[in-house]
């Protein structure tokens, strides 16, 4: 039996952060939670794809990846996003879901490369 895991735009953010730790940093953090001790990591295939498209999204962007400050969808910053609580993180993407905001209400923008 297969085993399906659904790993949300917040986990998958989450999992491109901890790539970028140094050896000694995800020892520190599982200091600072316990609970987290529990996590299982990720698989193979999870993280294949969490680095494919992390490292295509910033060779879209000149090789520069985003600045907290800059905006992300819907009127957000990045840090505005990682910011928001699990509900309401579920709440943002429901308004999609529901067609109350399509991604055609955004104006597309040329992004430069800093």
Do not use: C
């Not at 952060?17 to 996590?39: K, Y």
């Not at 907290?68 to 819907?74: I, R, T, W």
Request: overall charge negative; proline content about 9%.
């Amino acid at each position: 039996m297969t085993r399906t895991t659904t790993i949300s735009p917040r986990g998958v953010a989450i999992a491109g952060i901890v790539r970028r730790f140094s050896p000694d940093e995800p020892a520190q953090l599982m200091q600072l939670g316990p609970n987290l001790q529990t996590v299982e990591p990720a698989s193979a295939p999870e993280l294949e794809a969490i680095a494919y498209y992390r490292d295509l999204a910033i060779k879209k962007r000149g090789g520069t990846p985003p600045r907290p400050d800059e905006e992300f969808v819907g009127g957000l910053t990045y840090a505005q996003y990682f910011a928001l609580s699990g509900r309401d993180e579920e709440h943002f993407w429901q308004i999609f879901e529901t067609g109350k905001m399509s991604i055609m209400d955004f104006q597309e923008r040329d992004v430069k490369p800093n």
